[in-house]
């Protein structure tokens, strides 16, 4: 995320970016429920009132920390396919670049659990006059990779209608029952063979026969 550095103590003006910065160590941590606007004014050595003067409670800092969570889970799904081999057949390079990119989504959330969860965390509601619409939701970037990649996939041959949803669900799901569900306890070996299976019939899946 723009304009969040990589220290904790703060020049003067700059308050907002190392309150930022102390909330995100507090998701990567202990995830979003560690994210809480006095702990982070501790953190930095401010008073909970001056970091009140940069946001009007923990809502609005969660909803930061969230929008930094996903940024950098679509980073590391871009690095992931980057590192892919490229194929000469276009669907084929299609595929493996959807595998990567879910590879990636399974494998940040594995290695930061607490900033994957706070990038999905439902954020407290903002008061503001009942005449006042809410501000639309920003697309997640990490769909729009999948979704992105589908398309490619579907101009090589086609791809089954709502393929983004069924992809963007498997890997999702596969990634909450490795972080908290009965797979926790698996081998690094065994997580990634059920990881790569899973792959597999995700890019089957969502192939027109």
Known sequence: MAGISGGKNYHHGDLRNALICAAVDLATEGGPERVVLREAARRVGVSPTAAYRHFDGRGELLRTVRGHARARLADAMERA???EPGADDPALAAERRLAALCRGYVRFAVEHPGL???AFSAVPAVDRPACAPAPPEPEIRAFTLLREAL???GRTGGRRPAAGAAAWSAVHGLSLLLLEGPLRRLSAQRR??????TLAMVVSGVRVP
Request: aromatic share 6%; charged share 40%.
């Open 81 to 83: 396919a980057a590192r």
């Open 116 to 118: 994957y969860r706070a």
């Open 151 to 153: 398309e490619a996939l």
């Open 192 to 197: 990634d063979d059920v990881v790569e299976t």
